[in-house]
């Protein structure tokens, strides 16, 4: 058990950091016959400027991809600011890399993990955008269908996981570790894991409302800023509800994802009973993120001694037979 992010595998991510202002792309992601809205570029020596390869809205064709293999070619580069419009095409295409199994699966995690990184990055940008968020609903989708089709794919996404905390990497984390547990606790058929999932991978939209200054803050909130930050839950809630976009269970999660057991969490203040079994396995999984994820103001905690701290010191707020399956599953992530 372990937060070190394997280098090994993920290097390929940032490969070519003197390419300036192109971004690396791995070929396989590349979708034959699919159109791009992004100008691709080659480049033949590792120090040369990537050169102009294929035109915007130009379909990429089984023989280009074979014409690549032969001279050994295994990245293109897009325009940095090209990046948001690839992560789109990725999101489209999500599914049916997923299901390819000529691709690594540790490449293939990596491909999701940046996905929807990238969405939730664009919806804590303009959370009200309703494209968006019918684009999380897929990606969402799609996700829980890899993870239930799939024996070992959660151990592959642990793997590429990052624990430097941004609001979206944070988010996608306790998707990810949500979903799973869920899966793993027996909750649910895959259409309210789901929603499950809708909601989870946006339980912090609501922070997009809050003051930078607090999001940033590296020390203490004083006591104002402390009571903005418990009404995030409240925010994210009411975003998301008058969109009318996400099912009921979703839009619980999202509100309901710092309350505690034993009451005295925000922001209803509810206990025990009325807090459901979805709303729990969230919020164990988004404590144990907080901790083991790396802040301005404060290192990442490895994951055992920060499932001690929750053991020790939160387990009367907490649901135990779902504490005790996700201790199971970050211990043994590849079991099913
Ligand atoms: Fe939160
Ligand atoms: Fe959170």
Same mark, same amino acid.
């Given at each position: 058990?372990?937060?070190?992010?394997?280098?090994?595998?993920? #290097?390929?991510?940032? !490969? #070519?950091?003197?390419?300036?202002?192109?971004?690396?792309?791995?070929?396989?992601?590349?979708?034959?016959?699919?159109? @791009?809205?992004?100008?691709?570029?080659?480049?033949?020596?590792?120090?040369?400027?990537?050169?102009?390869? *294929?035109?915007?809205?130009?379909?990429?064709?089984?023989? #280009?991809?074979?014409?690549?293999?032969?001279?050994?070619?295994?990245?293109?580069?897009?325009?940095?600011?090209?990046?948001?419009?690839?992560?789109?095409?990725? !999101?489209?295409?999500?599914?049916?890399?997923?299901?390819?199994?000529?691709?690594?699966?540790?490449?293939?995690?990596?491909?999701?993990?940046?996905? #929807?990184?990238?969405?939730?990055?664009?919806?804590?940008?303009?959370? *009200?955008?309703?494209?968006?968020?019918?684009?999380?609903?897929?990606?969402?989708?799609?996700?829980?269908?890899?993870?239930?089709?799939?024996?070992?794919?959660?151990?592959?996404?642990?793997?590429?996981?990052?624990?430097?905390?941004? @609001?979206?990497? +944070?988010?996608?984390?306790?998707?990810?570790?949500?979903?799973?547990?869920?899966?793993?606790?027996?909750? /649910?058929?895959?259409?309210?894991?789901?929603?499950?999932?809708?909601?989870?991978?946006? +339980?912090?939209?609501?922070?997009?409302?809050?003051?930078?200054?607090?999001?940033?803050?590296?020390?203490?909130?004083?006591?104002?800023?402390?009571?903005?930050?418990?009404?995030?839950?409240? +925010?994210?809630?009411?975003?998301?509800?008058?969109?009318?976009?996400?099912? %009921?269970?979703?839009?619980?999660?999202?509100?309901?994802? +710092?309350?505690?057991?034993? /009451?005295?969490?925000?922001?209803?203040?509810?206990?025990? %009973?009325?807090?459901?079994?979805?709303?729990?396995?969230?919020?164990?999984?988004?404590?144990?993120?907080?901790?083991?994820?790396?802040?301005?103001?404060?290192?990442?905690?490895?994951?055992?001694?920060?499932?001690?701290?929750?053991?020790?010191?939160?387990?009367?707020?907490? %649901?135990?037979?779902?504490?005790?399956?996700?201790? %199971?599953?970050?211990?043994?992530?590849?079991?099913?």
């Amino acid at each position: 058990m372990t937060n070190t992010i394997d280098t090994t595998k993920a #290097a390929w991510r940032v !490969q #070519a950091q003197g390419a300036g202002s192109f971004l690396p792309i791995q070929i396989i992601s590349l979708q034959v016959d699919s159109v @791009t809205e992004f100008e691709i570029f080659v480049r033949s020596k590792p120090d040369e400027t990537p050169v102009l390869y *294929r035109a915007k809205d130009l379909a990429f064709t089984e023989d #280009a991809l074979q014409r690549l293999a032969e001279n050994k070619i295994t990245h293109l580069y897009i325009r940095s600011s090209d990046e948001r419009a690839y992560h789109r095409y990725m !999101q489209q295409n999500l599914s049916s890399i997923l299901s390819r199994p000529d691709i690594d699966k540790e490449v293939k995690s990596v491909l999701l993990y940046d996905s #929807a990184q990238s969405l939730v990055k664009e919806i804590m940008q303009d959370p *009200r955008s309703g494209e968006a968020i019918r684009r999380s609903k897929n990606l969402v989708e799609t996700t829980v269908s890899y993870l239930y089709a799939e024996r070992d794919a959660f151990e592959h996404l642990l793997k590429v996981t990052s624990f430097d905390y941004y @609001t979206y990497t +944070h988010s996608v984390n306790v998707f990810v570790f949500s979903v799973t547990l869920a899966q793993r606790v027996g909750l /649910g058929d895959p259409e309210h894991m789901r929603d499950f999932g809708d909601g989870v991978l946006l +339980h912090d939209v609501g922070k997009s409302m809050l003051d930078p200054v607090i999001i940033n803050c590296r020390g203490k909130l004083s006591k104002k800023q402390w009571e903005s930050m418990k009404l995030h839950p409240v +925010h994210g809630y009411e975003i998301l509800r008058r969109q009318g976009a996400l099912a %009921d269970a979703a839009l619980d999660v999202v509100r309901h994802h +710092h309350e505690k057991l034993q /009451g005295g969490g925000y922001p209803d203040g509810l206990q025990g %009973d009325q807090i459901g079994p979805w709303v729990r396995i969230c919020t164990i999984c988004d404590i144990f993120d907080a901790l083991t994820s790396k802040r301005s103001y404060k290192p990442a905690m490895q994951s055992f001694p920060a499932l001690a701290l929750m053991k020790d010191e939160m387990l009367n707020d907490l %649901d135990r037979e779902y504490f005790r399956a996700f201790v %199971d599953m970050m211990g043994h992530p590849s079991a099913t």
